[in-house]
């Protein structure tokens, strides 16, 4: 096995990612939202670049059973109905629905990996069932990290650098890593340990608390709180069919 990461979306393209498994990770907040969402009941996201593809996508489905979501600069996008909040993704608010969701960076990130054989959306809220997924699949993974502002993300990367832990913990303590993956390991065993500290003390978590968006913090750091891995299908996400079940038994 060989495990690929790019430490900023900046460094992939959809060249780079096709015909790859990907994982898409953006802990801050795309990932933990999208997860969450489709954890409560929304039968499905579809994920946007901009905000006027979004409207145009929105504006094709019936009122009942759309609602817009996202974020720029961290706050709800004017005229949408959900910001990037996890904690807005109630099992009551979006149970059923389609989320057409647009973000700064976590989705155009998963848009990037639409040709991918498989793309995975990753967070701390669901590492060891993507590790699970992963390791049932078997086969090469590649690693897109969402960042920040085009860049690197500290919080991103030590998500990366746990589940490369943790997929080499699983019976495949020989992968073969990249520079990148190598780097993510040992940034995440070094500032890993406490996911909630390590959240608080990074750029966009700072960011996220002066905007007065720090309750979402102790959200995103919840290891392992849901058990589901959305899935990008025809630019798409949506859980697999049995999670789904499960989730809107739970739910
Ligand atoms: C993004 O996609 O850039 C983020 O999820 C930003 C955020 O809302 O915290």
Not at 181 to 206: C, M, N
């Amino acid at each position: 096995m060989r495990i690929d990461l790019f430490l900023a979306p900046g460094l992939a393209d959809e060249q780079l990612l096709r015909e790859k498994t990907v994982v898409v990770i953006d802990v801050l907040r795309a990932s933990t939202t999208i997860v969450t969402a489709l954890y409560n009941g929304a039968r499905e996201i579809i994920p946007t670049t901009t905000i006027d593809s979004a409207a145009r996508i929105a504006s094709n489905l019936s009122s009942e059973v759309k609602l817009l979501g996202g974020e720029r600069n961290g706050k709800v996008i004017d005229g949408f109905h959900l910001g990037n909040s996890p904690r807005e993704y109630t099992p009551e608010r979006v149970k059923g629905k389609t989320i057409v969701f647009t973000t700064t960076n976590g989705s155009q990130a998963v848009v990037k990996a639409r040709y991918a054989t498989a793309t995975l959306i990753c967070g701390l809220v669901n590492i060891t069932a993507v590790q699970e997924q992963i390791q049932r699949v078997g086969g090469d993974l590649t690693i897109l990290c969402a960042g920040r502002e085009g860049g690197f993300s500290l919080e991103d990367t030590v998500c990366a650098g746990m589940l490369i832990q943790r997929v080499m913990e699983g019976r495949n303590e020989d992968a073969e890593l990249s520079d990148g993956a190598v780097a993510a390991r040992v940034i995440y065993r070094a500032l890993g340990k406490v996911p909630l500290k390590l959240l608080r003390s990074t750029e966009h978590g700072k960011y996220l608390q002066e905007i007065g968006l720090g309750e979402d913090l102790p959200v995103c750091a919840a290891v392992d709180r849901t058990p589901v891995v959305p899935v990008l299908e025809e630019n798409v996400l949506r859980l697999p069919r049995e999670a789904a079940k499960a989730a809107s038994v739970g739910g």
